[in-house]
């Protein structure tokens, strides 16, 4: 079955950097596009970054020079890279894809990594 583990997250003060790291497992991974998104207590989950087949990367205002998204399609794994982190930043972080199955796509995430930005 699909399977997404994110890992890396943490304790970072304000400024400093992260990376996390998504594991997909039980779907062809090369062949989907793959996201980020956030949530912060008390707001809704929100779209971080996205990378598509072809490695096209699209990211939310807010995160646009700070962050990055990557994919190694031989260890079927997205990275996101956090730079210049900032207490607004501090939210649980999701991997999400959506796979083809049985002729409709199915929205599949992980069980998140808490990103805690503070000093």
């Known amino acids: 079955q699909v399977q997404l583990v994110e890992s890396g997250g943490g304790l970072v003060q304000p400024g400093g950097s992260l990376r996390l790291s998504c594991a997909a497992s039980?779907?062809?991974?090369?062949?989907?596009?793959m996201k980020w998104y956030r949530q912060a207590p008390g707001k809704e989950r929100e779209l971080v970054a996205s990378?598509?087949?072809?490695?096209?990367?699209n990211y939310a205002d807010s995160m646009k020079g700070r962050f990055t998204i990557s994919r190694d399609n031989v260890k079927n794994t997205v990275y996101l890279q956090m730079n210049s982190l900032e207490p607004e930043d501090t939210a649980v972080y999701y991997c999400?894809?959506?796979?083809?199955?049985?002729?409709?796509?199915?929205?599949?995430w992980g069980q998140g990594t808490q990103v805690t930005v503070s000093s």
């Open positions: 039980g779907f062809r991974f090369s062949t989907y596009a």
């Open positions: 990378i598509s087949v072809a490695s096209v990367t």
């Open positions: 999400n894809t959506e796979v083809w199955q049985h002729g409709s796509k199915v929205p599949y």
